[in-house]
């Protein structure tokens, strides 16, 4: 394939690609047999210099005449301080400040561009980090008859390389004492033994694949696939059909057409211009679109493909092509123009895993290519793969139950705490980032009020609603004084805190007269204000201290996912973020999700699979393995024990029977969304108030109920009612997991 001087991921031009391009034309069948080589002490100084750095180049520059020698004087002085600023500046790569330090006759071999542009590229071409120098005794030669005095000093470099590792070399630096100072004679040789200046510095990449990204059952969700590339070769354009190859090209690739006349004009007529990628399965649509206009290539190459699309898109991530400020940022990565970063998701957690480690072939050359010496070479590592614990067609199903709607569906099994299913709605196609995203699309995703990039499930926090009244139950049971049996008496509006301040129910008839069990199946307000009220007169921080302890107002600790901390209020919080004081009323509405409470989704599954699990507060688990090749493990993933919930086995399961009634009872708030499910379900609905005019709706549950395998959570961002609208949904993802299994 012809060397491709554009950074063809990107569309942009590469000027290292550009040189590269020149460069392999003139040498022509030198490097024909190298594969993807570079000759990287030839890459520096402008692209219309090129044919005087391949040719004219390759022997030195006649000198004009030997300098007139310096006689040596009696007091000799030692060279040690030219030498040790000749190699703080070479270490640094001041290049420049080394040139000015040159002999007269090794200035005369090589130019200060030349000089300059020779260390800089071999620099860059072989990936260097770090180079260190260390030199030893000088060998002086006092001179005479004629003779200037001159001196050697053994040099032990090493070069540390992103592509071939660790370079050690052993060379020596040449000194002449010129005009009353020493100075260094110097030859391409101190840099590397063997070369001169007729010989180049070769490097040959091994780059490797990109590791993928697969689910709980090997299914691919983020791999290396075959996609289209499409783009022209300017010289192949027939004469006078510039213009119409340039507007159907845009038109089909949704590029403007003076960026596709640009990219022509600066080509070379035998040079591949990259425009745009494209999807394998457009292949028939593209041949017959533009597949006949003179000029233009429809290709296949590897790239990073996402084969199920938007399918947790959020969860996997993308991957697009370095940037300039990447390489600037990052140089100990050794990024180079046309690798993939990792931008988002497990394809950044994982990016330097999924990256592998790159190798390659360092060697001198001679002009025709002839290998001189092997300095270095280091076989490039794979990259590792990452195997997530979701489920990809119980992934599939949820999103498809959650449909067009905005929000989240969460799936844990508690048994390991492993996440089995993760959606976030509106969601975005990451294929569109490896392949080129316009400014349009781009404008259209960012400007979506939606918000499709933003991982709800881990980033969005909310008021939880009624959901969060298994936290208040629990803490009025252990250290309010009640009990299940306690019993309340609900007319729709309560007024415990003064007769001027109304709280109102869900329910403006009431509920009559209920216990504090059956005010959780009901979701009765009234029972739950009650219990904030005195748990508040106890202590402002009980309660707050009690929703802590279940995890909320801190990070689950997800390996693999970036998590909002949520919000839990009390007094110091308020103080400090809001400036204002703590009011009974703060409490009241803490007790039932509202007020400032504000969790995710991931952390109220979390909350529900600690009571599912006999009430361990563990972490999650959403990354289970990493491993190379056919499937050997590198590191592996589990869900860690954070605490206990303050809870007694009594009190576990008080709140577990109440939940059963939710989904059972015809008093329950989700019975008829799971009217006639043979399963047992422990469940909780909830329809949280926020600043917009349509509560939130959430369902949290888990099933069986008596041994729970799959705890669910449905988040839908105004959906009203979590018993309309988030439980219908939770029983579908239910029955997606259990299918018909019998009670």
């Given at each position: 394939?012809?060397?491709?001087?554009?950074?063809?991921?990107?569309?942009?031009?590469?000027?290292?690609?550009?040189?590269?391009?020149?460069?392999?034309?003139?040498?022509?069948?030198?490097?024909?047999?190298?594969?993807?080589?570079?000759?990287?002490?030839?890459?520096?100084?402008?692209?219309?210099?090129?044919?005087?750095?391949?040719?004219?180049?390759?022997?030195?520059?006649?000198?004009?005449?030997?300098?007139?020698?310096?006689?040596?004087?009696?007091?000799?002085?030692?060279?040690?301080?030219?030498?040790?600023?000749?190699?703080?500046?070479?270490?640094?790569?001041?290049?420049?400040?080394?040139?000015?330090?040159?002999?007269?006759?090794?200035?005369?071999?090589?130019?200060?561009?030349?000089?300059?542009?020779?260390?800089?590229?071999?620099?860059?071409?072989?990936?260097?980090?770090?180079?260190?120098?260390?030199?030893?005794?000088?060998?002086?030669?006092?001179?005479?008859?004629?003779?200037?005095?001159?001196?050697?000093?053994?040099?032990?470099?090493?070069?540390?390389?992103v592509r071939v590792g660790?370079?050690?070399?052993?060379?020596?630096?040449?000194?002449v004492y010129e005009e009353?100072?020493?100075?260094?004679?110097?030859?391409?040789?101190?840099?590397?033994?063997?070369?001169?200046?007729?010989?180049?510095?070769?490097?040959?990449?091994?780059?490797?694949?990109?590791?993928?990204?697969?689910?709980?059952?090997?299914?691919?969700?983020?791999?290396?696939?075959?996609?289209?590339?499409?783009?022209?070769?300017?010289?192949?354009?027939?004469?006078?059909?510039?213009?119409?190859?340039?507007?159907?090209?845009?038109?089909?690739?949704?590029?403007p057409v003076d960026l596709?006349?640009?990219?022509?004009?600066?080509?070379?007529?035998?040079?591949?211009?990259?425009?745009?990628?494209?999807?394998?399965?457009?292949?028939?649509?593209?041949?017959?679109?533009?597949?006949?206009?003179?000029?233009?290539?429809?290709?296949?190459?590897?790239?990073?493909?996402?084969?199920?699309?938007?399918?947790?898109?959020?969860?996997?991530?993308?991957?697009?092509?370095?940037?300039?400020?990447?390489?600037?940022?990052?140089?100990?990565?050794?990024?180079?123009?046309?690798?993939?970063?990792?931008?988002?998701?497990?394809?950044?957690?994982?990016?330097?895993?999924?990256?592998?480690?790159?190798?390659?072939?360092?060697?001198?050359?001679?002009?025709?290519?002839?290998?001189?010496?092997?300095?270095?070479?280091?076989?490039?590592?794979?990259?590792?793969?990452?195997?997530?614990?979701?489920?990809?067609?119980?992934?599939?199903?949820?999103?498809?139950?959650?449909?067009?709607?905005?929000?989240?569906?969460?799936?844990?099994?508690?048994?390991?705490?492993?996440?089995?299913?993760?959606?976030?709605?509106?969601?975005?196609?990451?294929?569109?980032?490896?392949?080129?995203?316009?400014?349009?699309?781009?404008?259209?995703?960012?400007?979506?009020?939606?918000?499709?990039?933003?991982?709800?499930?881990?980033?969005?926090?909310?008021?939880?609603?009624?959901?969060?009244?298994?936290?208040?139950?629990?803490?009025?049971?252990?250290?309010?004084?009640?009990?299940?049996?306690?019993?309340?008496?609900?007319?729709?509006?309560?007024?415990?805190?003064?007769?001027?301040?109304?709280?109102?129910?869900?329910?403006?008839?009431?509920?009559?007269?209920?216990?504090?069990?059956?005010?959780?199946?009901?979701?009765?307000?009234?029972?739950?204000?009650?219990?904030?009220?005195?748990?508040?007169?106890?202590?402002?921080?009980?309660?707050?201290?009690?929703?802590?302890?279940?995890?909320?107002?801190?990070?689950?600790?997800?390996?693999?996912?970036?998590?909002?901390?949520?919000?839990?209020?009390?007094?110091?919080?308020?103080?400090?973020?809001?400036?204002?004081?703590?009011?009974?009323?703060?409490?009241?509405?803490?007790?039932?999700?509202?007020?400032?409470?504000?969790?995710?989704?991931?952390?109220?599954?979390?909350?529900?699979?600690?009571?599912?699990?006999?009430?361990?507060?563990?972490?999650?688990?959403?990354?289970?393995?990493?491993?190379?090749?056919?499937?050997?493990?590198?590191?592996?993933?589990?869900?860690?024990?954070?605490?206990?919930?303050?809870?007694?086995?009594?009190?576990?399961?008080?709140?577990?029977?109440?939940?059963?009634?939710?989904?059972?009872?015809?008093?329950?708030?989700?019975?008829?969304?799971?009217?006639?499910?043979?399963?047992?379900?422990?469940?909780?609905?909830?329809?949280?108030?926020?600043?917009?005019?349509?509560?939130?709706?959430?369902?949290?549950?888990?099933?069986?109920?008596?041994?729970?395998?799959?705890?669910?959570?449905?988040?839908?961002?105004?959906?009203?009612?979590?018993?309309?609208?988030?439980?219908?949904?939770?029983?579908?993802?239910?029955?997606?997991?259990?299918?018909?299994?019998?009670?």
């Amino acid at each position: 394939m012809n060397p491709r001087p554009f950074n063809h991921l990107s569309g942009r031009f590469s000027r290292r690609g550009l040189l590269r391009t020149a460069l392999l034309t003139a040498l022509g069948p030198v490097l024909a047999a190298c594969g993807r080589t570079a000759m990287v002490d030839q890459l520096a100084g402008k692209a219309k210099d090129l044919s005087r750095q391949v040719g004219a180049d390759l022997a030195p520059t006649p000198s004009p005449g030997q300098p007139t020698p310096t006689p040596a004087p009696a007091d000799l002085p030692a060279p040690d301080p030219v030498v040790q600023q000749y190699l703080a500046a070479w270490q640094a790569g001041r290049y420049a400040d080394m040139y000015r330090l040159l002999s007269r006759a090794a200035r005369a071999a090589v130019s200060e561009e030349r000089f300059v542009g020779r260390h800089q590229a071999i620099a860059s071409g072989i990936t260097l980090l770090k180079l260190q120098i260390t030199p030893g005794p000088p060998q002086i030669d006092r001179g005479g008859s004629g003779r200037p005095s001159t001196a050697t000093v053994p040099l032990t470099s090493l070069w540390t390389t992103v592509r071939v590792g660790e370079i050690r070399e052993e060379t020596v630096l040449p000194l002449v004492y010129e005009e009353n100072a020493w100075r260094v004679d110097w030859h391409p040789g101190v840099i590397f033994r063997g070369l001169t200046h007729e010989t180049r510095v070769l490097l040959e990449p091994d780059d490797p694949p990109r590791g993928s990204i697969v689910d709980r059952n090997g299914q691919p969700l983020a791999t290396q696939g075959r996609v289209l590339t499409v783009g022209l070769v300017a010289g192949k354009i027939k004469p006078g059909e510039e213009e119409r190859v340039f507007a159907a090209l845009a038109s089909y690739l949704n590029l403007p057409v003076d960026l596709i006349r640009s990219r022509y004009r600066q080509a070379q007529p035998d040079w591949w211009v990259p425009l745009r990628d494209l999807p394998l399965s457009r292949r028939d649509e593209a041949l017959a679109r533009i597949g006949t206009l003179s000029g233009v290539v429809v290709d296949e190459k590897i790239s990073r493909v996402y084969p199920h699309g938007p399918v947790a898109a959020h969860l996997i991530g993308y991957a697009s092509p370095v940037t300039a400020e990447d390489l600037k940022k990052y140089p100990e990565r050794g990024y180079e123009e046309g690798d993939l970063v990792g931008r988002t998701g497990i394809e950044a957690w994982a990016d330097r895993e999924l990256a592998g480690e790159k190798g390659g072939r360092l060697s001198i050359v001679s002009a025709d290519g002839a290998l001189v010496r092997l300095i270095a070479e280091k076989k490039a590592r794979p990259g590792r793969h990452v195997q997530l614990t979701i489920d990809l067609a119980l992934q599939k199903r949820c999103e498809e139950i959650l449909g067009d709607k905005i929000g989240s569906i969460v799936v844990l099994d508690p048994r390991d705490n492993s996440i089995r299913a993760l959606v976030s709605r509106p969601a975005f196609d990451p294929n569109l980032f490896v392949l080129g995203i316009s400014d349009s699309e781009w404008q259209k995703l960012t400007e979506d009020p939606r918000r499709p990039f933003q991982h709800r499930p881990a980033l969005s926090a909310y008021p939880t609603g009624s959901i969060f009244k298994v936290v208040t139950m629990s803490a009025g049971l252990e250290k309010g004084g009640f009990t299940p049996t306690t019993t309340f008496h609900c007319v729709g509006r309560w007024t415990g805190l003064g007769p001027r301040i109304v709280f109102g129910d869900w329910k403006p008839s009431g509920h009559g007269t209920l216990t504090l069990s059956s005010g959780l199946t009901q979701s009765c307000n009234i029972v739950f204000y009650e219990i904030g009220k005195k748990l508040n007169e106890i202590d402002p921080r009980l309660l707050p201290g009690f929703a802590r302890q279940f995890g909320l107002g801190e990070p689950t600790g997800t390996v693999g996912l970036v998590e909002a901390e949520g919000t839990v209020p009390d007094p110091d919080w308020k103080e400090k973020t809001i400036k204002e004081p703590w009011y009974p009323g703060d409490a009241v509405n803490l007790a039932i999700g509202q007020g400032y409470l504000q969790a995710t989704p991931l952390q109220m599954a979390n909350l529900y699979s600690a009571l599912a699990a006999g009430g361990r507060l563990r972490t999650p688990v959403v990354v289970q393995r990493l491993y190379e090749g056919e499937g050997q493990t590198v590191r592996t993933f589990q869900a860690s024990e954070r605490r206990p919930l303050p809870i007694s086995p009594a009190t576990l399961q008080a709140i577990r029977e109440a939940m059963v009634r939710v989904t059972s009872s015809p008093e329950g708030t989700a019975y008829y969304a799971f009217h006639g499910y043979r399963l047992p379900v422990a469940g909780k609905t909830g329809s949280a108030e926020n600043q917009n005019p349509d509560a939130h709706a959430w369902f949290a549950g888990f099933a069986p109920a008596d041994q729970p395998e799959a705890v669910v959570i449905v988040m839908v961002e105004g959906g009203r009612t979590g018993a309309e609208t988030a439980a219908p949904r939770a029983r579908q993802v239910f029955e997606a997991i259990f299918g018909n299994r019998p009670a």
